[in-house]
């Protein structure tokens, strides 16, 4: 069946830092790809995403590619802030019907310390 | 627009009760999304609404749940017979047809 896997966490880093979230999928068809950020007390909102092969998603310095030759969808941003930490999760949304419903991977933590 | 509300955010009830949430979305979307999220897990599909059609439902929607959507507007969740593997964070979400979704912030059930 369909299905997201994420890195586990935590992924602990200082500010300033390389961040890489892996992410990988296993999917029939072509789905849509999604990373959505869960900051303490909220809900969960959308970072970016791709719905084709080679799409290269980004927002708020964050980017990710989809790599439908290697089924990943890896988060990266170049220089982590104290204000990234969260709990990150990659999606996919699949279906030749269209419904919109997600399928999420079970979520990595990101703490940045300054 | 104040974005999906959900009410209430914090619930404890005791094994055996029933209880209803309440799920608002954003005005004008056609499409209401149910979700589960247990500690260190991502959210799970339970079920989706276009207008007040329920189109689908998974197996993790078990016959003690149910989900309407009467005016095509709000929608409620009701488990019957709590348990406390119902323990969970409930999420509800709204878009318009496929696109992007926006969550509520969802309502901690607590099973005693």
């Known amino acids: 069946g369909n299905s997201v896997t994420q890195m586990e966490g935590p992924v602990t880093l200082s500010e300033e830092a390389f961040l890489t979230i892996n992410c990988t999928y296993t999917a029939t068809g072509y789905p849509s790809l999604f990373w959505y950020v869960q900051y303490p007390g909220e809900g969960l909102q959308l970072l970016l995403k791709?719905?084709?092969?080679?799409d290269k998603g980004s927002n708020k310095g964050f980017e990710a590619t989809y790599r439908k030759e290697t089924t990943s969808f890896h988060l990266e941003k170049g220089s982590v802030q104290v204000s990234d930490s969260a709990v990150y999760f990659c999606a996919l949304s699949y279906g030749s019907s269209n419904t919109g419903k997600l399928i999420f991977g079970q979520g990595t933590t990101l703490q940045v310390k300054p | 627009d104040t974005g999906v509300s959900q009410d209430p955010r914090h619930k404890i009830t005791k094994r055996g009760q029933n209880v209803t949430f309440r799920c608002d979305p954003i005005s004008e979307h056609n499409r209401l999304y149910w979700y589960r999220q247990t500690l260190g897990q991502g959210p799970e599909f339970l079920t989706y609404?276009?207008?007040?059609?329920?189109?689908?439902k998974s197996r993790l929607l078990s016959d003690r749940f149910s989900a309407e959507r009467p005016k095509g507007s709000f929608s409620t969740l009701e488990i019957q017979r709590t348990e406390q593997g119902d323990s969970a964070m409930y999420l509800c979400?709204?878009?318009?047809?496929?696109?992007?979704?926006?969550f509520g912030q969802g309502t901690r059930l607590t099973v005693v």
């Open positions: 791709a719905t084709k092969a080679d």
């Open positions: 979400a709204s878009s318009i047809d496929s696109r992007e979704a926006f």
């Open positions: 609404f276009q207008n007040e059609a329920q189109l689908e």
